[in-house]
């Protein structure tokens, strides 16, 4: 399923927590990307990475850190000052040369009780 | 930045029929644009693209036109079968770069 992963697939926290989702890829891609999807949204770009030690900030970045310390990983953290952080998070990547697909993760569907 | 319109949002049509989705953006220098499916509780995956530099691009029973004047593009599927039930997406360069993606908000198609 197209190398790259994401865990946990359901999540559950406290408000007030932080929590850190996960996303690896052996794709060998050198850029990658978390997006929120709420019904009715469609996908909405929080951070992204092209090349290790740097990422860019999207559109809905409040409320999120994002560390890209190995090509392979690029993981996600929830903070509290998320104000709905309730959502499913997807993960993708893609080469960094023009015009070609994004490969998404299965997702993490996070839930803030 | 880029704004991308999709329309409908929610689409039913019989087996065997055709459906259209229509996408609308701002950005007149963007010149690729990508339809991803969604299937229930899984991941989106990229079932067709087209670049500017063509009017009309077709895979089997889909096909994807773009009218770069009117800064539009529409995903048509024929004979359509329950399987093709799923949430579509356009997409369209964020920047000029073409490292993101501005995403439309999807349409749900549901094939009875």
């Known amino acids: 399923d197209g190398g790259i992963t994401q865990s946990p697939k359901y999540l559950f926290r406290k408000e007030g927590q932080n929590v850190t989702l996960s996303c690896e890829q052996n794709l060998n891609h050198d850029a990658m990307y978390w997006y929120r999807q709420d019904p009715g949204q469609g996908l909405r770009l929080i951070y992204y990475s092209q090349i290790v030690n740097d990422f860019q900030k999207g559109d809905i970045a409040e409320g999120y850190s994002v560390s890209r310390e190995k090509k392979e990983s690029f993981p996600l953290t929830v903070t509290s000052a998320q104000k709905n952080p309730t959502a499913f998070y997807l993960c993708?990547?893609?080469?960094?040369?023009?015009?070609?697909?994004?490969?998404f993760g299965p997702g993490t569907r996070l839930t803030v009780l | 930045g880029e704004n991308v319109e999709q329309h409908p949002s929610t689409l039913s049509v019989q087996e065997g029929d055709s459906a259209v989705i229509k996408c609308t953006y701002s950005?007149?220098?963007?010149?690729?644009f990508p339809w991803y499916k969604q299937e229930l509780g899984k991941r989106p995956q990229l079932i067709i693209d087209i670049r500017s530099n063509v009017g009309e691009k077709k895979d089997q029973r889909i096909a994807v036109t773009l009218n770069k004047t009117a800064k539009h593009f529409s995903l048509h599927i024929t004979e359509t079968q329950p399987e093709d039930s799923a949430v579509y997406f356009c997409?369209?360069?964020?920047?000029?770069?073409?490292?993101?993606?501005?995403f439309g908000k999807g349409t749900m198609l549901l094939v009875s």
């Open positions: 993708a990547s893609k080469e960094r040369v023009t015009y070609n697909e994004q490969f």
């Open positions: 997409a369209a360069p964020m920047n000029s770069g073409y490292s993101t993606l501005t």
């Open positions: 950005d007149s220098a963007s010149n690729y």
